[in-house]
């Protein structure tokens, strides 16, 4: 342990522990891209050369692109901002007095976008920035498919990115009714399938919270729970069998259990059951039951 502690102790992250360490490697691929990849400079423009002049004391000294800090407002996630977000900063307005906190907003506004993949008109709230970078891309969904995660920044855009890539995946189904169309649509936009596996475009576009109810449903649904009260009621039965208690029925060989379906096999059980309840020489089990008649 002391030879870990050497280069310092390190907190465990959010897929080091619980549920998070079971998400697969293609939620974390995505994650990386969304969440611990640098984006696309858009409040502030990247210098290029790594060493400047001070124009006022010339002074040398080394360029720093940091980008600014932005907040992800939960509005922003209900819409499609082009990577705009709140900045939060200060501002003087009086030379005479201090400055005071300010938060900078993007100039919103609500489109009608097309998908073609998709066959479908939405309306979005948006930014100036989303329709310029809508009309470079020649295209909805070419500016969904080019952009990556990080750049993109909002949960409605990578689900939306996410259903397009899907549609792709099971051959446009939007527009089986227009088969020339569809090969169109195909042949445009089945490029962008190359960088992507079946798994990763699955798990693609979920947010952490997301992923986690995702994977919980696919532990409960591969994991059958059977009630107690069935295995106790089964073993119980099983038990009076071997006893030879006539009212248990007869004692199954293991070539007969696997020719009778499972269902049969409880309805057997449940009958067995309601006879030894109802026999006269069963009042030592009619005792034991909570649930049975008592005799007065």
């Given at each position: 342990?002391?030879?870990?502690?050497?280069?310092?102790?390190?907190?465990?992250?959010?897929?080091?522990?619980?549920?998070?360490?079971?998400?697969?490697?293609?939620?974390?691929?995505?994650?990386?891209?969304?969440?611990?990849?640098?984006?696309?400079?858009?409040?502030?423009?990247?210098?290029?050369?790594?060493?400047?002049?001070?124009?006022?004391?010339?002074?040398?000294?080394?360029?720093?692109?940091?980008?600014?800090?932005?907040?992800?407002?939960?509005?922003?996630?209900?819409?499609?901002?082009?990577?705009?977000?709140?900045?939060?900063?200060?501002?003087?307005?009086?030379?005479?007095?201090?400055?005071?906190?300010?938060?900078?907003?993007?100039?919103?506004?609500?489109?009608?976008?097309?998908?073609?993949?998709?066959?479908?008109?939405?309306?979005?709230?948006?930014?100036?920035?989303?329709?310029?970078?809508?009309?470079?891309?020649?295209?909805?969904?070419?500016?969904?498919?080019?952009?990556?995660?990080?750049?993109?920044?909002?949960?409605?855009?990578?689900?939306?990115?996410?259903?397009?890539?899907?549609?792709?995946?099971?051959?446009?189904?939007?527009?089986?009714?227009?088969?020339?169309?569809?090969?169109?649509?195909?042949?445009?936009?089945?490029?962008?399938?190359?960088?992507?596996?079946?798994?990763?475009?699955?798990?693609?576009?979920?947010?952490?919270?997301?992923?986690?109810?995702?994977?919980?449903?696919?532990?409960?649904?591969?994991?059958?729970?059977?009630?107690?009260?069935?295995?106790?009621?089964?073993?119980?039965?099983?038990?009076?069998?071997?006893?030879?208690?006539?009212?248990?029925?007869?004692?199954?060989?293991?070539?007969?259990?696997?020719?009778?379906?499972?269902?049969?096999?409880?309805d057997s059980d449940i009958e067995a059951l309601t006879k030894l309840e109802s026999s006269p020489s069963s009042n030592?089990?009619?005792?034991?039951?909570?649930?049975?008649?008592?005799?007065?």
């Open positions: 342990q002391g030879v870990k502690l050497l280069n310092g102790w390190k907190r465990p992250g959010r897929f080091d522990k619980g549920l998070g360490a079971q998400l697969p490697e293609a939620y974390k691929k995505f994650w990386r891209e969304w969440k611990l990849t640098t984006p696309a400079a858009v409040h502030y423009i990247p210098k290029d050369h790594q060493w400047e002049r001070d124009p006022v004391t010339h002074a040398i000294k080394p360029v720093q692109n940091i980008p600014l800090p932005l907040i992800d407002t939960p509005e922003s996630h209900q819409g499609i901002w082009g990577g705009e977000a709140v900045i939060k900063g200060f501002q003087k307005r009086e030379q005479t007095k201090r400055r005071v906190p300010h938060f900078w907003v993007p100039n919103l506004r609500r489109s009608v976008v097309h998908s073609h993949v998709l066959d479908s008109y939405m309306s979005v709230v948006v930014t100036e920035r989303t329709l310029e970078q809508i009309h470079e891309c020649h295209g909805f969904d070419h500016y969904l498919l080019k952009n990556r995660a990080c750049d993109l920044r909002s949960a409605l855009a990578l689900k939306l990115k996410r259903e397009v890539l899907k549609a792709l995946q099971n051959g446009v189904p939007a527009l089986d009714a227009e088969p020339e169309r569809q090969q169109e649509v195909l042949k445009e936009y089945s490029r962008y399938l190359e960088t992507y596996t079946p798994e990763e475009i699955d798990w693609y576009g979920h947010t952490y919270i997301e992923a986690i109810r995702k994977l919980q449903k696919q532990l409960r649904d591969a994991e059958e729970v059977k009630p107690h009260k069935v295995e106790f009621r089964s073993k119980l039965i099983e038990q009076l069998r071997q006893a030879g208690i006539s009212e248990a029925g007869k004692l199954e060989k293991p070539g007969d259990a696997l020719a009778e379906s499972s269902t049969e096999h409880k030592w089990l009619s005792k034991i039951n909570p649930f049975g008649k008592k005799e007065t």
